[in-house]
C-alpha cells in the first residue's frame, strides 16, 4: 500500500482527528505542543482572511513560552504529562527553533539530554515506541544544534530498538520487551527513525545499513494487513498475526505519513532506496 494512498484519504482522518481531540483527555502540556505544531505547520503561509505569516510566528512564540511553562528543569521532562509525550514536546521545540532561528533553547535540550537519564538512562525503557519517539526528538535537537552527541544518542536508541525484532508474524518489532504483541505505532517509529538515520549517517555503509532497516519493516508492515480497507491503520496485529481491529489512532496516521517526508525529500534520488515507500 503506497504512502499517496493513505495520503488520500486526509479529509477523513481530519474528522476522526477532532473526534479523538474531543473524546480524549489530553495533558496540558501536550496539547499546547500540538498547538505549537499546527501553528508551525501554517508559520509560512497566509490565512484566508489576509493575516501575514508573521501572526502565526508570533502565535506560536506564546505557545511555545506556556509549553515551557511546564518544564521540569530537575528531572527534564514535562508536567502534566508522562515520559515519551516529553520527548513529543522537545520535538516540537526544536521545530519551533528551526522555524523561528532561535538558538534560546540548547540549555533545554542539553539539560534534558541530561536530566532525563536520571529517569531512563540512554532514553531506553521497556517500550520500543517510546524509544522511538525520543530517537526522533534528538535528531530533530541534532538537525538545529549540530552537535553530534543528540545523533549519537539516537542511533543508540535505533540499534536497542533493532533488538526487538522477530520472526514471529514473519517479521516485524515488538511493541515491548515483553515480546507478546506487534502494533502499529512501534513499527512505524521504527521505520521513521531508520529514514532519518539514514540521511544523516556519515558513511555509505551506514546509511546503506539504515536504509536495509527501513526498506525491511516498509515490506514488511505493508504487508501485515495493519492497514486497513479504508486505508487507515488500525492499532496492532492479533494472536493470528491478522489485523486485530483496535482503535485507528490519529499518530498511527500522522507516523506514516511523515515517514514519507524525508523519504521522498532525499532518498527517492536512486532507485534502490526506500522506493516501496513512494
Known amino acids: 500500500m503506497a504512502i499517496g494512498i493513505l495520503a488520500n484519504q486526509h479529509q477523513r482522518r481530519q474528522s476522526a482527528v477532532m473526534l479523538t481531540l474531543r473524546s480524549c483527555h489530553i495533558s496540558r502540556s501536550i496539547l499546547t505542543a500540538f498547538i505549537v505544531s499546527i501553528l508551525l505547520a501554517t508559520a509560512s503561509f497566509a490565512s484566508p482572511s489576509g493575516q501575514s505569516p508573521v501572526s502565526n510566528r508570533k502565535r506560536a512564540a506564546l505557545a511555545v513560552k506556556g509549553l515551557q511553562s511546564w518544564y521540569n528543569k530537575s528531572t527534564g521532562l514535562y508536567g502534566t504529562t508522562g515520559w515519551w509525550n516529553s520527548a513529543n514536546a522537545i520535538t516540537t521545540l526544536a521545530d519551533y527553533a528551526g522555524v523561528s532561528g532561535s538558538n534560546k533553547f540548547n540549555g533545554v535540550f542539553k539539560n534534558t539530554f541530561s536530566a532525563a537519564q536520571k529517569t531512563s538512562s540512554g532514553f531506553i525503557n521497556h517500550y520500543y515506541d517510546d524509544e522511538g519517539w525520543w530517537a526522533l526528538a534528538w535528531i530533530d535537537v541534532y538537525d538545529r544544534t549540530h552537535q553530534q552527541r543528540y545523533l549519537n544518542m539516537a542511533e543508540s536508541i535505533f540499534a536497542n530498538m533493532a533488538g526487538g525484532w522477530s520472526n514471529n508474524c514473519s517479521g516485524g518489532i515488538w511493541w515491548s520487551k515483553d515480546r507478546k504483541y506487534k502494533n502499529a505505532i512501534a513499527n512505524e517509529l521504527f521505520l521513521s527513525v531508520a529514514a532519518h538515520l539514514a540521511q544523516r549517517a556519515a558513511t555509505p ?3 546503506g545499513i539504515y536504509l536495509q532497516w ?11 494487513g495493519m492497514i486497513n480497507s479504508r486505508h487507515l491503520v488500525n492499532d496492532g496485529l492479533d494472536a493470528h498475526c491478522r489485523n486485530n481491529g483496535k482503535t485507528t489512532w490519529t499518530y498511527n496516521q500522522g507516523v506514516i505519513l511523515c515517514t514519507g517526508q524525508p523519504t521522498v525529500t532525499h532518498c527517492s534520488q536512486k532507485p534502490t532506496q526506500l522506493r516501496p515507500l513512494l
Open 214 to 224: 527501513a526498506n525491511r519493516e516498509w515490506q514488511w508492515f505493508s504487508h501485515t
Open 205 to 207: 555503509e551506514a546509511r
